[in-house]
């Protein structure tokens, strides 16, 4: 006879749906995209390694920011028209991933936190396990909580929802707005973009702590991926399913 034992890892290899086509595809697409954005807005700002409040700033100007980095007059200018080409496509994919989130439900399915998890205890005692390191399995989460919990682990939990809804519709707009900022073109069409953050260089200075933050929320990501098993997470993302019981970012 086929023990227990076997038959529960048996049901444990049975692939499970994890992430929709939309997802997977945005994804992708999004990160390269924001990898050619960091290459060359790198390049771009080794022009004038500076940072300033107010409309303008020069070389002759007091700085807000002087950034530890070499000045490399020149090469900047061959990097603006990749920086634009790639900040389009990352536009026009985001604006896809939004459009098809509420069209696919994924927004309120995956994203949109449930009002019973945005209590203060339970965000809490989910941002101290994140910080212990502690990332329950999907077993372990229905134990605690009935399987029809929305934050087992195979799903997001309620700080990974608020998290990346604050950088699609957050984070992600801001970007959009400081580089606008920046336009000189856009500026001269609608002047409020630059003006309503204090000016060209109120813009650049914005947009670098974007960046900055962009940075950060990289990191924290790829650490959760690492906890929850950097392969299994991938190959979700690049499949759309996980092993039955599997980890989810």
Known sequence: MISEARVEAAIETIPVPRHIALVRVTHWIIVLSVVGLLVSGIGILVGHPRLYWGE?????????IDLPIPLIIGPS????????????????????????SFI???????????????????????????LAWKRPDAREAQARQGAASRDAASTYNVVQRLTYLAVVFGLFPAFLWTGLGMSFGMMSVFPILA??????????TLHFVCVVLLLL??????????????????????????PQGGRAR
Do not use: E
């Open 217 to 242: 929320f990289v990191m924290v990501h790829i650490l959760m991926i690492y906890l929850a098993g950097f392969w299994r997470t991938v190959r979700a993302m690049i499949t759309g399913y996980v």
């Open 56 to 64: 303008t700033g020069s070389l002759a100007t007091a700085s807000l």
């Open 77 to 100: 200018v061959w990097y603006r028209p990749y920086h634009f080409f790639f900040a389009w496509i990352l536009v026009l994919t985001g604006l896809t991933y939004m459009a098809g």
């Open 195 to 204: 003006t309503a953050l204090g000016g060209h260089q109120s813009a650049r």
């Open 104 to 130: 696919t439900h994924h927004f309120r399915k995956d994203l949109l936190p449930a009002k019973a998890d945005l209590s203060w205890n339970r965000m809490l005692g989910v941002a101290l396990d994140h």
